[in-house]
């Protein structure tokens, strides 16, 4: 096989593969293969944007697809799967993954996020989708990347739901998703809202269009001309905590009416909702509870004022016999204010602080972010010596491990779920067998330990080509056809 090789000028050199001429060909052959048998096999997708709850959302969406559609494919900011499979590990809320697994031949349904540094970078990709989900629009991100406000912010994600053929879900709650109703070309609009007394929402649901409403704060309801489809209590999704935990209840009505788009009977939802749990296994990073250590353990992530404001309620109410720990690092590119009201929102709720960079610095000097929000603690009115300062995540992820005692709480709020949770499988191993019955200690085995680097697709080559091995595992009739060339060809030369 030929292949060329490319040498980059960096301090390192590496070694890269490019595909031959015959390769390139032979990918682009398989492309079109593709997008044929996807054109007469086409299969319901759902799109979802928003500031925050995309990974979440996407994740209960896929649950629920699973009943009618088994094979679901699923992308967001953790990885992306085909079905059970990972196809390609780390962040994949972009668009030209989505493209590449709606066309792949296995795939019965796809559910995409789409996240605000894909949308600019290289946009949507995909054409359309039949339902489209925009969350919110908040200012964590504003500043980054040439948007300077939730109303750029705004326009750049309403083209998910521009592009949605069968149903636009929108947040009746924010006037901005709200907006975007007057460019949605899609067949119906849906309103999702956790205040009955909405304008919006009352005159929708009184014209006969679909409604997703938290009602009482607890019942999660959904109409549809006029007539209630079904209902069910927040505290019946287990990730919810018992109802507790509200940001997973918004969730929830998000993934109700995008489901419900696509033609799944209400029965079918309320069932996989009902067994949704945000565990390492099913949405790493996210509420994760551990509970195979002294003390206990979250592992979650919350960027933006309102999700910090639902985290830090949820843990103001978690009563623990010991002390509160929590280990709070931020991304380095969002704006100073933002990473002080973090460290002032969080002195609220716990009573000891580790505070640490991030694992990418983002263009911060080492140091600065967690002296930011030390800042914020302070403001708080939490003492200094309440606030231990480490070099670096791992460092303060030891350290929070070393400190936190016999039942005591930790929770960890940090964007890298996925390390916290390998770093405590690893100190489970190390530690926790000295205090346990060593003899009956065996330590986990999980999947998440080491998890290698994953790209199926391989769409990160050069010219996001997929390789020759790669066309013809997704293209059966691709050899087929290559063969039938070569014996006409072989045939036309023997006459000649």
Request: charged residues 25%; hydrophobic residues 40%.
């Amino acid at each position: 096989m030929m292949t060329g090789l490319l040498m980059s000028k960096t301090k390192k050199p590496r070694m890269r593969i490019l595909p031959s001429f015959a390769e390139r060909i032979l990918a682009r052959v398989a492309a079109v293969q593709r997008k044929r048998f996807r054109a007469k096999n086409p299969v319901p997708t759902i799109g979802v944007t928003g500031s925050v709850g995309k990974t979440t959302t996407s994740r209960m969406i896929a649950e629920i697809l699973k009943v009618d559609y088994g094979t679901v494919a699923l992308s967001t900011s953790q990885a992306a799967w085909l079905g059970d499979e990972v196809v390609r590990s780390g962040d994949c809320s972009r668009g030209d993954l989505a493209e590449c697994m709606y066309f792949d031949p296995r795939t019965k349904a796809g559910v995409f996020e789409l996240a605000r540094g894909s949308l600019i970078d290289r946009g949507m990709i995909l054409k359309s989708v039949d339902v489209g989900v925009v969350l919110n629009v908040r200012d964590n991100h504003v500043g980054q990347q040439g948007i300077q406000s939730r109303e750029e912010m705004a326009r750049l994600k309403s083209v998910v739901a521009q592009r949605a053929l069968k149903m636009a879900v929108l947040n009746a709650d924010d006037p901005l998703c709200l907006e975007m109703r007057d460019c949605v070309s899609a067949e119906q609009f849906c309103l999702v809202g956790t205040d009955s007394e909405n304008r919006a929402l009352i005159c929708h649901k009184a014209d006969g269009g679909p409604v997703a409403l938290l009602e009482g704060g607890d019942c999660l309801s959904l109409y549809d001309n006029r007539t209630l489809i079904g209902s069910m209590r927040a505290a019946e999704i287990p990730a919810s905590w018992g109802g507790r935990y509200k940001p997973v209840a918004i969730n929830a009505l998000y993934a109700m009416a995008a489901t419900y788009g696509v033609g799944v009977d209400f029965s079918a939802i309320k069932q996989r909702l009902s067994r949704f749990q945000s565990s390492p296994e099913t949405n790493i990073g996210r509420m994760n509870f551990i509970d195979d250590l002294p003390y206990s353990l979250w592992i979650t992530w919350a960027s933006g004022i309102d999700a910090q404001n639902a985290l830090v309620d949820f843990f103001s109410h978690h009563e623990v016999s010991g002390r509160k720990f929590a280990l709070l690092t931020y991304i380095g590119n969002r704006p100073d204010e933002l990473i002080v009201a973090t460290g002032k929102k969080f002195a609220a709720s716990f009573t000891d602080f580790i505070v640490s960079d991030w694992v990418d610095l983002r263009g911060r000097a080492p140091g600065e972010t967690p002296a930011l929000l030390a800042r914020g603690l302070l403001k708080g009115g939490i003492d200094a010596e309440r606030i231990t300062h480490c070099g670096s995540f791992v460092e303060g992820l030891e350290k929070a491990f070393s400190l936190a005692s016999t039942d005591d709480l930790l929770v960890v709020n940090s964007y890298s779920g996925e390390e916290v949770w390998r770093r405590s499988r690893r100190y489970v191993v190390r530690n926790v067998a000295s205090v346990v019955n060593e003899e009956n200690f065996e330590p986990v085995q999980d999947a998440h330990l080491d998890l290698p680097v994953v790209d199926r697709y391989g769409i990160d080559r050069a010219e996001e080509s997929v390789s020759i091995l790669t066309a013809l595992r997704y293209n059966l009739a691709l050899r087929s056809r290559l063969d039938n060339w070569r014996r006409n060809r072989s045939i036309r030369l023997r006459r000649d």
